[in-house]
């Protein structure tokens, strides 16, 4: 594993989020050439529209973090009537990385961010 320590988790209801959807292809493990990917939506990340009390993100490793190149991956958001912007929505956050020759995107950190924080267009992408 790549780090150590407890590992937190959010405490979420089941039914209180719309759940995004996911695609996950599984590898065969006697084909050298095939991974397990999950695919997803990513959308840039900017955290300089909010203070501090309205976002809340966990990395992995705070010390190698890159502001500029953070996206997001929504994993859920917050049931209610409240302005699609001002719901919460539980994210990975993601950084691009170029490997196989395609552009992959890695895991540094989970939290959840008001809607207005995700910026553009979201796109598909293969998570490592």
């Avoid at 719309?18 to 959308?43: C, F, P, Y």
């Avoid at 991956?73 to 691009?96: C, Q």
């Avoid at 992959?104 to 293969?126: M, N, S, T």
Wanted: hydrophobic share 40%; proline share 5%; net charge negative.
């Amino acid at each position: 594993m790549s780090c150590s320590g407890p590992i937190d988790y959010f405490p979420l209801t089941f039914y209180g989020f719309d759940w995004q959807r996911l695609e996950v292809t599984w590898s065969d493990t006697k084909v050298a050439d095939e991974k397990t990917r999950l695919g997803a939506s990513v959308q840039q990340l900017d955290l300089t529209v909010v203070n501090p009390f309205e976002a809340d993100i966990i990395f992995d490793i705070p010390a190698k973090v890159d502001e500029k190149k953070m996206m997001a991956v929504v994993l859920g958001v917050e049931k209610g009537d409240a302005a699609l912007g001002d719901k919460k929505h539980y994210v990975l956050v993601v950084t691009s990385k170029q490997a196989w020759g395609h552009a992959l995107y890695e895991r540094i950190g989970a939290g959840h961010v008001p809607g207005r924080c995700l910026v553009g267009e979201p796109e598909d992408c293969l998570l490592i």
